[in-house]
């Protein structure tokens, strides 16, 4: 998908979470997002099913996001955008729970959990998850 389409995509997606006129629910069913860069995007409602590129968990209303693009793997969750995959494991630590948004141990081990399921079908694609950074070799 060129960046061009990708970005009206995206554009329109923000336009419909925001509830504004002209937005639109992203559908990136089966793109193609190799080099494609989506830091900062909020995928929170796309439709990301048959991707490569994207994949997604959810419990209870709450989605995590674990994107592939040039700069490496990344999490997108709520308002967190863009976590490596330790900076993920760090956010849903016990030592941070202040932090979330639901502040009970069980949350953060839910949240963990999905962070390792989506991690564990990344491996199985292929995907650069071991470089715990995140980046790309």
């Known amino acids: 998908m060129d960046k061009q389409k990708l970005a009206r995509i995206l554009g329109n997606h923000a ?6 006129e002209g937005g639109e629910r992203a559908d990136l069913r089966g793109a193609n997002l190799y080099g ?14 048959h991707n490569n590129f994207i994949l997604s968990a959810s419990l209870s209303n709450y ?12 999490f997108t969750a709520g308002c967190r955008r863009s976590m490596t995959i ?11 729970r202040l932090r979330w948004s639901t502040q009970t141990i069980e949350y953060g081990k839910r949240q963990l959990a999905m962070v390792e399921f989506l991690i564990a079908q990344a491996r199985i694609l292929g995907w650069p998850v071991d470089n715990t950074d995140g980046e790309e070799s």
Do not use: C, M, P, Q
């Open 86 to 96: 330790e900076e993920a494991r760090e956010h849903w630590s016990e030592k941070n």
């Open 63 to 74: 989605s995590i996001y674990f994107y592939r693009d040039k700069h490496g793997v990344r």
């Open 36 to 49: 494609a860069t989506l830091r900062g995007a909020n995928l929170r409602g796309a439709d990301v099913s």
């Open 15 to 20: 336009k419909y979470l925001n509830g504004d």
